[in-house]
């Protein structure tokens, strides 16, 4: 079983996050951002990662800190459980539709850091959450795991259906990419022999 715990405590934030990378989408998630909750619940279902994740944060100023901070914690967990990510696939795509709305989730786990987000939000706000902190936390993954992620809209105009379908492609493309290659188990996929 690939799994970490990651426990991440700053003046803003207190964040403990566990993860196994073989599971079945179960877990507990209570970030006191509620949009979040649902965004990692849908995540996590679609990867079919164990996810489990508790922070107290700063939220009477903003969400922002808690945001970004679980992102980090999150792509940490990531780097952890997959050690030097022998007989990995590496690579996973997802083109996901969700209602009007279709994105592509593209991902490769190069141990480099690259995002590239081109959504194009209609509303400032999904209730209570700043959607401009949907784009902070995938960098503060991207940052934190050594990932390089593509999230391209290519219709839609609902922005809570916009944000779910890059959530969920987002999970269904990291499980695609996590997954063990059976034809090259003891491999580590690159022509450098380290990723």
Same mark, same amino acid.
């Given at each position: 079983?690939?799994?970490a715990s990651v426990n991440r405590k700053t003046a803003e934030t207190d964040i403990a996050l566990t993860l196994a990378l073989e599971g079945s989408g179960q877990g507990t998630i209570d970030t006191g !951002?509620?949009?979040?909750d649902h965004m990692l619940t849908l995540f996590?279902?679609?990867g079919r990662f164990?996810?489990? !994740?508790?922070?107290?944060g700063d939220t009477d100023v903003d969400d922002h800190h808690s945001v970004e901070d679980i992102g980090i914690a999150l792509g940490t967990a990531f780097a952890e459980a997959l050690g030097?990510?022998?007989?990995?696939?590496?690579?996973?795509s997802m083109l996901l539709p969700m209602d009007e709305a279709l994105v592509l989730a593209a991902v490769d786990l190069s141990g480099r850091c690259l995002l590239r987000y081109a959504l194009e939000l209609p509303a400032?706000? !999904?209730?209570s959450f700043d959607t401009e902190l949907a784009e902070e936390f995938f960098w503060a993954f991207c940052r934190s795991a050594g990932v390089t992620l593509?999230?391209?809209q290519l219709d839609g105009t609902n922005t809570h259906h916009i944000l779910e379908a890059a959530f969920k492609g987002f999970?269904?493309?990291?499980?695609q990419a996590v997954a063990m290659d059976p034809e090259a188990a003891d491999e580590i996929p690159s022509t450098k022999g380290v990723l």
């Amino acid at each position: 079983m690939r799994t970490a715990s990651v426990n991440r405590k700053t003046a803003e934030t207190d964040i403990a996050l566990t993860l196994a990378l073989e599971g079945s989408g179960q877990g507990t998630i209570d970030t006191g !951002v509620g949009f979040l909750d649902h965004m990692l619940t849908l995540f996590a279902r679609h990867g079919r990662f164990d996810l489990s !994740v508790t922070c107290r944060g700063d939220t009477d100023v903003d969400d922002h800190h808690s945001v970004e901070d679980i992102g980090i914690a999150l792509g940490t967990a990531f780097a952890e459980a997959l050690g030097d990510k022998r007989g990995i696939n590496r690579y996973g795509s997802m083109l996901l539709p969700m209602d009007e709305a279709l994105v592509l989730a593209a991902v490769d786990l190069s141990g480099r850091c690259l995002l590239r987000y081109a959504l194009e939000l209609p509303a400032a706000k !999904v209730g209570s959450f700043d959607t401009e902190l949907a784009e902070e936390f995938f960098w503060a993954f991207c940052r934190s795991a050594g990932v390089t992620l593509h999230l391209r809209q290519l219709d839609g105009t609902n922005t809570h259906h916009i944000l779910e379908a890059a959530f969920k492609g987002f999970g269904r493309a990291m499980r695609q990419a996590v997954a063990m290659d059976p034809e090259a188990a003891d491999e580590i996929p690159s022509t450098k022999g380290v990723l």
